[in-house]
Every structure is written in structure tokens, then in C-alpha cells.
């Protein structure tokens, strides 16, 4: 990324249960891991296989809590229909969203950890949804998602990024320098896992944009960081965060 990114970061927690209404701690530590994850400071970063030290990342951007805003619920779980970011549907609408990130903590229920929006949807709905027992370290973060990267994965997909796996059997995420996996792959990956697709590539299993454990996961690659690039750039879905 081309000049300094500083992301102003709005929390929205809806609780019902005490342990869904994460502390201030908690979400600082998801804006740390944010931070970590983004700028290569991860302490897993060199971890990442020789076969890959030649595209891994540092992505380059910076996230700043801006402001927490919570809301008691009677809502059990919220789904994905985007029900949290409504007012009228008992949610908090986004703040400010075509210049921050509004990220919503909340129990979305079905096994789902989170979701993210793309880039160039409607900013009514922008932003990151994470469920609060995966949202940043301990409080009430789960294992094996307690080490706050569901949220550096959905914050993936909000900057452009697709599954490794491009969602199909040997699909494309549309980055040149990811191999093609035949699939998401889950928990721990052994070290080289083959790829069946043509090729047969050593998958980068470690990559953000895969499904596997959070300490499995410890990686963008630079074509990974091309695609943010662009949508941050003059013309791009987010030039409006990039001032
Ligand atoms: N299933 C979610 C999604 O596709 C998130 C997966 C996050 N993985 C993790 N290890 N935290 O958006
Ligand atoms: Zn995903
Ligand atoms: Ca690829």
C-alpha cells in the first residue's frame, strides 16, 4: 500500500449475556491482532515456509480504535441477513462507514464465526461482523479461534480478498502468487499438504484467506496485498479511507 492507511475502527456490540458484552480489553486486543496481522508483526510470521518467503506480505495498514458503541438485546442470535446493522430490526447502524470500519460483535448463531462485506456494496451494511466468542484474545474468545484471526480474515474479504480456494474445486482467488488449492482446508494443516489441482502445488495452507485453525493461519501474500492496494487507490471502493 502507497502511503501511510490509518483505519478508524468502530465496535458495535450487541449482548444479551454477559460474557456477549466483550470488555474494552477484548476488543483492544482484536485491534492489536488487527495491527500485528497487517503489518507483518506477527510473531508466527516467520513460521511462514521457506517455499513462500518470497511473497509473504506486509500488508501495510494500520487500524485505530475510534469508538465503542453497545447495545443490550434480547436477541438470542442474530444470523446473517445483516439484521445487526438495522436499527428498525433492533441492530446499530454503521457510523460513519465510507470513512471507517464498523465491525459489529454479536452472537450470529449456526456455527458461523463471521462475515464481511466487499467492497462496493451498499454502505448501510458495511463492515465486518464477527461472533463475540471469536472476537480478539481471551475474555471470552474459543479455542481454536481465540487468537482474534477471524476477524483478520474477514477484514480480508472487506479490503478485496477471496478464499484461497476461489470458492470451487481448484478455484481462482484472482491472485497470481496464492497456489490453487482444491478446497478450504481445516485445523492443522501438516506441512506440505499437495495440491491435486493442475500443478500439484504445495498449498499455502497458513495464508489468512484459508479455513484453517487461527494458529494455522499466519500470512498474505504480495499478490495479496496488490488487489487491497488498488481498491485504496483514487478510482478504487475504498479511496475514501486513505487520506
Ligand atoms: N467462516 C468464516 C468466513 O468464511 C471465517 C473463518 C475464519 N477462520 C478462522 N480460523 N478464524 O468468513
Ligand atoms: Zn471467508
Ligand atoms: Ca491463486
Known amino acids: 500500500v502507497n502511503g501511510k492507511i490509518e483505519i478508524p475502527v468502530v465496535v ?4 444479551r449475556t454477559t460474557a456477549e458484552n466483550i470488555s474494552n480489553a477484548q476488543i483492544q486486543s482484536q485491534i492489536d491482532v488487527l495491527n500485528k496481522d497487517f503489518n507483518a508483526l506477527n510473531s508466527d510470521y516467520n513460521n511462514v515456509p521457506a517455499l513462500f518467503s518470497g511473497v509473504k506480505a506486509n500488508i501495510g495498514i494500520t487500524f485505530v480504535l475510534d469508538q465503542v458503541i453497545r447495545k443490550s438485546t434480547t436477541k438470542t442470535s442474530w444470523g446473517t441477513n445483516d439484521a445487526m446493522k438495522k436499527t428498525a430490526q433492533g441492530g446499530l447502524a ?4 465510507t470513512t471507517k470500519l464498523n465491525m459489529w460483535s454479536c452472537n450470529i448463531g449456526g456455527g458461523i464465526l463471521g462475515y464481511a462485506q466487499f467492497p462496493g456494496g451498499a ?3 458495511d463492515g465486518v461482523v464477527i461472533d ?3 472476537f480478539g484474545l481471551s475474555g471470552s474468545a474459543n479455542a481454536p479461534f481465540n487468537l482474534g484471526r477471524t476477524a483478520t480474515h474477514e477484514v480480508g474479504h ?3 480478498l477471496r478464499h484461497i480456494w476461489g470458492d470451487a474445486t481448484c478455484g481462482s482467488d484472482l491472485v497470481a502468487d496464492t497456489p490453487t488449492h482444491n478446497t478450504a482446508n481445516y485445523g492443522v494443516p501438516a506441512y506440505p499438504h499437495y495440491s491435486t489441482c493442475s500443478g500439484t502445488p504445495v498449498e499455502m495452507t497458513m495464508n489468512y484467506m484459508d479455513y484453517v485453525d487461527d494458529a494455522a493461519m499466519y500470512m498474505f501474500s504480495n499478490g495479496q496485498k ?3 492496494s488498488a481498491i485504496f487507490t483514487t478510482g478504487g471502493a475504498r479511496a475514501s479511507f486513505a487520506q
Do not use: K
Open 132 to 134: 463475540s466468542r471469536y
Open 158 to 160: 472487506w479490503m478485496n
Open 226 to 228: 496488490s488487489r487491497i
Open 12 to 15: 458495535n456490540v450487541l449482548y
Open 94 to 97: 454503521p457510523t460513519s462507514p
Open 123 to 125: 454502505s448501510s451494511t
